[in-house]
């Protein structure tokens, strides 16, 4: 079952995540129409070739959303998916597109979050956001609107901090341990230029000195909202080929999707990431001691040390000291998030779930300049949705 | 913890749900059972989840059970609840075995633990029809 890994990541664009954006606003079609042309420039295809897209919401459409990107594109494709997996969206949209091809429906599929504000308009309606609750939704008949919300329990802080708390009970807290995922992903943060947090060394007593937002979560355990945007391709063989660069070839996946609110979880602390992780690793023949980098979701640093048990890289219950026995930076025995997570790289919207596979793909393809992983030529990659609860694995590979 | 006033967000009862709102008027922990898989059920719901079955019937629990997971936020986890922090929002775990989302009232920090015994607290909200259902400790 799955892929034969014949469909390969070959280009990239990203922007440089930034808290306060120095840019004016930019409408989310025309962040499609440029980041689509950046992607293909890296890689060096040209727009007529692109026959697929895969994307999430935009701001000028509720509905119809591919088709009115390729309208505005002015390209026709044989693959339109839309995806809403929150932050596992972008890491979803890269196995679609890879079975797309493989299936032989297109060739050439461009993925993008574009992430950047859109200019609001000069009338705007009246009423709450939509996004006064975060994830949260509060229209009528949503069960979280009637059982979560009138207590309090929205976004996503509230939901993080209560599976850290249960982690604890169950196997203890170490909050020095969770600490040292975000100074040693910033150590690759300090190395990577277009980190919101390049040099701005942090170290766990600072982590462990910034404000309680929610027991036991600290302030600087907690991703930096940005604005942004990215995009990639996925093409086929024979396109990858005659890419630009070394291809990073897409040979597992798996994704699970259980539940939208941690107090409904069949079990909180057994996570969706433990299925489709072990089909990922199935599906592309690979163990786990043959990952040369992991590049995972780290909305928070449980997030992290969740993954890392949930992944297999070490006993459920044993991350804690799988952390402090091992260094987490790119030059280290465990490079974990070489752009330095989000945590360090910033949350650019759905882009900054896109920032650990374009990391990924970017180790493997050997572009990682200054925090390059030496011999890269195997990334483990998640997208994380929700509350832990939509998690989808993947599995990038050099030739 | 302050007093809620109308600018929380309050629930919107639908037919479905309405059962549950009116035991908490009542003063009363109401939720729904499945014969047919002998399971309880909680949010309410049109079909028992998994099942998918359509027998769901209301009846009344005690409504104690046990905390599952909470959490202190110090910061408001929305701007409707400014005021409100430190907010103890917590998971109850039924002793029918559902969990729910309120949050831990009468209750020192030091003394909150996963694990321990809760039982209901009801709460009218002023100004309006609702009666939440929050948590204390158990002697």
Same mark, same amino acid.
């Given at each position: 079952?799955?892929?034969?890994?014949?469909?390969?990541?070959?280009?990239?664009?990203?922007?440089?995540?930034?808290?306060?954006?120095?840019?004016?606003?930019?409408?989310?079609?025309?962040?499609?129409?440029?980041?689509?042309?950046?992607?293909?420039?890296?890689?060096?295809?040209?727009?007529?070739?692109?026959?697929?897209?895969?994307?999430?919401?935009?701001?000028?459409?509720?509905?119809?959303?591919?088709?009115?990107?390729?309208?505005?594109?002015?390209?026709?494709?044989?693959?339109?998916?839309?995806?809403?997996?929150?932050?596992?969206?972008?890491?979803?949209?890269?196995?679609?597109?890879?079975?797309?091809?493989?299936?032989?429906?297109?060739?050439?599929?461009?993925?993008?979050?574009?992430?950047?504000?859109?200019?609001?308009?000069?009338?705007?309606?009246?009423?709450?956001?939509?996004?006064?609750?975060?994830?949260?939704?509060?229209?009528?008949?949503?069960?979280?609107?009637?059982?979560?919300?009138?207590?309090?329990?929205?976004?996503?802080?509230?939901?993080?901090?209560?599976?850290?708390?249960?982690?604890?009970?169950?196997?203890?807290?170490?909050?020095?341990?969770?600490?040292?995922?975000?100074?040693?992903?910033?150590?690759?943060?300090?190395?990577?230029?277009?980190?919101?947090?390049?040099?701005?060394?942090?170290?766990?007593?600072?982590?462990?000195?910034?404000?309680?937002?929610?027991?036991?979560?600290?302030?600087?355990?907690?991703?930096?909202?940005?604005?942004?945007?990215?995009?990639?391709?996925?093409?086929?063989?024979?396109?990858?080929?005659?890419?630009?660069?070394?291809?990073?070839?897409?040979?597992?996946?798996?994704?699970?999707?259980?539940?939208?609110?941690?107090?409904?979880?069949?079990?909180?602390?057994?996570?969706?990431?433990?299925?489709?992780?072990?089909?990922?690793?199935?599906?592309?023949?690979?163990?786990?001691?043959?990952?040369?980098?992991?590049?995972?979701?780290?909305?928070?640093?449980?997030?992290?040390?969740?993954?890392?048990?949930?992944?297999?890289?070490?006993?459920?219950?044993?991350?804690?000291?799988?952390?402090?026995?091992?260094?987490?930076?790119?030059?280290?025995?465990?490079?974990?998030?070489?752009?330095?997570?989000?945590?360090?790289?910033?949350?650019?919207?759905?882009?900054?779930?896109?920032?650990?596979?374009?990391?990924?793909?970017?180790?493997?393809?050997?572009?990682?300049?200054?925090?390059?992983?030496?011999?890269?030529?195997?990334?483990?990659?998640?997208?994380?949705?929700?509350?832990?609860?939509?998690?989808?694995?993947?599995?990038?590979?050099?030739? | 913890?302050?007093?809620?006033?109308?600018?929380?967000?309050?629930?919107?009862?639908?037919?479905?749900?309405?059962?549950?709102?009116?035991?908490?008027?009542?003063?009363?922990?109401? +939720?729904?059972?499945?014969?047919?898989?002998? $399971?309880?059920?909680?949010?309410? *719901?049109?079909? =028992? @989840?998994?099942?998918?079955? &359509?027998?769901?019937?209301?009846?009344? +629990?005690?409504?104690?059970?046990?905390?599952? $997971?909470?959490?202190?936020?110090? *910061?408001?986890? =929305? @701007?409707?609840?400014?005021? &409100?922090?430190?907010?103890?929002?917590?998971?109850?775990?039924?002793?029918?075995?559902?969990?729910?989302?309120?949050?831990?009232?009468?209750?020192?920090?030091?003394?909150?633990?996963?694990?321990?015994?809760?039982?209901?607290?009801?709460?009218?909200?002023?100004?309006?029809?609702?009666?939440?259902?929050?948590?204390?400790?158990?002697?």
């Amino acid at each position: 079952m799955g892929l034969r890994g014949e469909a390969a990541i070959v280009g990239i664009a990203e922007w440089k995540p930034e808290r306060r954006p120095t840019a004016p606003p930019i409408f989310t079609l025309e962040q499609w129409a440029q980041l689509t042309r950046e992607a293909l420039d890296d890689a060096g295809i040209d727009p007529s070739e692109v026959d697929g897209i895969c994307a999430t919401n935009i701001r000028e459409s509720d509905s119809f959303v591919p088709s009115t990107i390729t309208e505005y594109l002015g390209i026709q494709v044989n693959f339109a998916e839309v995806v809403d997996l929150g932050g596992a969206s972008c890491a979803a949209m890269v196995w679609r597109a890879a079975a797309a091809i493989e299936l032989g429906l297109c060739n050439v599929v461009v993925i993008a979050a574009p992430s950047w504000p859109s200019p609001r308009p000069p009338n705007p309606p009246s009423g709450p956001s939509s996004w006064r609750y975060g994830a949260s939704s509060a229209n009528y008949g949503s069960p979280q609107a009637e059982f979560d919300i009138p207590y309090g329990n929205v976004a996503q802080n509230c939901g993080y901090a209560q599976i850290a708390m249960k982690y604890g009970a169950e196997y203890g807290y170490d909050p020095e341990a969770l600490a040292k995922i975000a100074v040693d992903q910033r150590v690759s943060a300090n190395h990577n230029p277009p980190a919101v947090f390049h040099n701005v060394p942090i170290t766990v007593e600072d982590v462990l000195n910034s404000p309680m937002i929610a027991d036991p979560i600290h302030m600087l355990e907690i991703v930096m909202p940005c604005s942004g945007g990215a995009a990639i391709v996925v093409a086929g063989k024979d396109v990858a080929r005659r890419s630009k660069h070394r291809p990073a070839w897409i040979s597992g996946f798996g994704e699970r999707v259980l539940h939208k609110t941690p107090t409904y979880a069949k079990d909180l602390l057994s996570t969706a990431l433990i299925p489709a992780a072990d089909q990922a690793f199935d599906m592309a023949g690979r163990s786990r001691d043959e990952v040369d980098l992991i590049s995972v979701y780290d909305c928070y640093t449980i997030t992290v040390l969740m993954t890392i048990e949930d992944a297999g890289f070490c006993p459920r219950g044993e991350g804690q000291p799988f952390v402090r026995e091992h260094d987490l930076s790119f030059r280290g025995d465990f490079p974990c998030n070489t752009h330095g997570g989000q945590l360090g790289f910033g949350q650019a919207g759905l882009a900054g779930g896109m920032s650990h596979i374009t990391e990924g793909a970017r180790q493997v393809m050997r572009r990682g300049g200054d925090h390059q992983v030496r011999d890269a030529d195997v990334a483990f990659i998640t997208g994380n949705g929700g509350l832990m609860s939509e998690q989808v694995a993947l599995i990038l590979e050099g030739d | 913890m302050a007093a809620d006033t109308p600018q929380r967000p309050v629930p919107t009862p639908i037919d479905r749900t309405r059962p549950f709102w009116d035991g908490l008027r009542e003063r009363k922990v109401r +939720i729904q059972y499945s014969p047919s898989s002998d $399971t309880w059920v909680f949010y309410p *719901r049109s079909h =028992a @989840p998994l099942t998918l079955a &359509d027998d769901l019937e209301w009846r009344d +629990i005690s409504g104690e059970g046990t905390l599952y $997971t909470y959490t202190i936020a110090r *910061r408001p986890t =929305a @701007p409707d609840f400014a005021g &409100d922090e430190p907010q103890i929002i917590a998971v109850v775990e039924l002793d029918e075995g559902p969990r729910l989302t309120s949050t831990l009232v009468n209750v020192d920090e030091d003394k909150i633990s996963v694990g321990m015994r809760v039982r209901p607290v009801f709460e009218d909200i002023p100004g309006s029809e609702t009666t939440l259902l929050r948590y204390e400790p158990a002697p």
